[in-house]
């Protein structure tokens, strides 16, 4: 049982990203509420997006709404997808998914299944 994160790297300013999260072992990964966070260095956590496996419906955080979109993969039941645009130097950070293998985003931000994480760097 495995989450693991990819895609992330360095971009330039106003640049984009798509960052993949995988999800293997028994479970198909939409059929859960999966969340991406993000750590800065020297910052806490924090919570970017969720997306409800229950009615399809997503949340963002003020820092990235309208800029960052989540998705579950059409193509891949295991897979949900973070596709960053519009890049800014403060979106560099370590990105991760997690869930708690439940349907709704309500309390995301306690999630506790985690992935290891991919690095984004936004640089000129």
């Known amino acids: 049982l495995q989450l693991a994160e990819s895609g992330g790297g360095a971009v330039q300013p106003g640049g984009s990203l798509r960052l993949s999260c995988v999800g293997s072992?028994?479970?198909?990964?939409?059929?859960?509420?999966v969340a991406w966070f993000r750590q800065a260095p020297g910052k806490g956590r924090e919570g970017l997006s969720c997306?409800?496996?229950?009615?399809?419906?997503?949340?963002y955080a003020e820092s990235v709404k309208g800029r960052f979109t989540i998705s579950y993969d059409n193509a891949d039941k295991n897979t949900v997808l973070l596709q960053m645009n519009s890049l800014k130097p403060e979106d560099t950070a370590v990105y991760y998914c997690a869930t708690d293998f439940g349907r709704s985003c309500d309390h995301y931000s306690e999630f506790e299944f985690w992935g290891q994480g991919t690095n984004v760097t936004v640089s000129s």
């Open positions: 072992g028994f479970f198909t990964l939409d059929d859960y509420a």
């Open positions: 997306i409800s496996s229950a009615d399809g419906s997503t949340h």
